[in-house]
């Protein structure tokens, strides 16, 4: 349940928007990957605003052409406050920037006086989800709710979720997100590679390089929305191994099962980022050459 507006430009002499008009000086952006990580970057296709200060769930919108008729922003659903001030901080001055009077969300027209009426309409719908997120989810069947961050996909315990929305604790809950994402570390995801040997086999890898905070699952799976080539349903990967990479000698210098990562590497023991990933601080030059004695040539093949 998201929340979306659109704005149509109602000049003779129509300005188009810069990103200054989006970003004002106060939020940062980027374009996020396919593995729904933040770039950082700009390149073609929808990017996410974010206060750095809140990191939240942001608010998205297509950024790849010149917007002087409309545009459309989206506010996504299960936000922090500081998102919703944040969307509507952004429609305000898109509306001073274009003399607009009106706005359009949901299908419906607003004016600028109408905000503060309808922005405590969206923070309680946005409480109600909370409350209930793992019945609207159909997260029952398990613990915990993936959404996409603004850094990176979020793995959100459904108890911690609802109880924040039951009390109305926005704050609470803002720096609950906020908490997990403003870690300077990189978020692992596994390349995915088909058995040579196997055709219909398929395993992910991780890499690990030396020196690098490292966002990493304790439970591997495929990148969020990745498919069997050959069936098109979900993929599914036979197994998962760890690729050490020596950022020094600029070369993976061993191969192990995910598993034995683990163990080796104490990573179930490394600090909680949600509900199924720690942070690994960087590992050192010789720590990574202790976990390379135990690397396997094709340990996929085992």
Known sequence: MSVDVTIKNRQFLKKPLSIKDVIMGKYAYGTVDEYGRNTGKHVPGDIVVYDPKKIGRGVTLPWNRIYKDEISIRLNHLCTKYDADMFYDIVRNIMHVWKTKKFEQDGNMF????????????????????????????????????????????????????????????????????????????????????????PDSFFGAFAITSGTPTVLPIVPKPPIGTKNPKTGGNLVCDMFVASLFS????????????????????????????????????????????????????PWEE
């Open 111 to 198: 004016t600028e006086d109408d905000i503060e009426n309808v922005r405590k309409d969206v923070d309680k719908s946005f409480f109600d989800l909370m409350a209930d997120v793992g019945t609207a989810s159909g997260g029952k069947n398990s613990n915990y709710i993936t959404i996409f961050g603004v850094m990176y996909p979020l793995d959100l315990d459904i108890e911690t979720i609802e109880k924040f929305g039951q009390e109305k604790d926005a704050e609470g809950y803002a720096e609950y997100l906020h908490n997990m994402q403003s870690q300077d570390a990189f978020y692992a995801v596994p390349l995915i590679y088909s058995d040579k040997k196997k």
């Open 247 to 298: 950022y020094e000698k600029k070369k993976i210098v061993g191969t192990m099962k995910y598993s034995d990562f683990l163990e080796k590497a104490d990573v179930r023991s490394a600090p909680p980022v949600d509900k199924t990933h720690v942070l690994l601080p960087g590992l050192s030059e010789k720590k990574m050459a202790e976990l390379a004695e135990f690397a396997k040539e094709n």
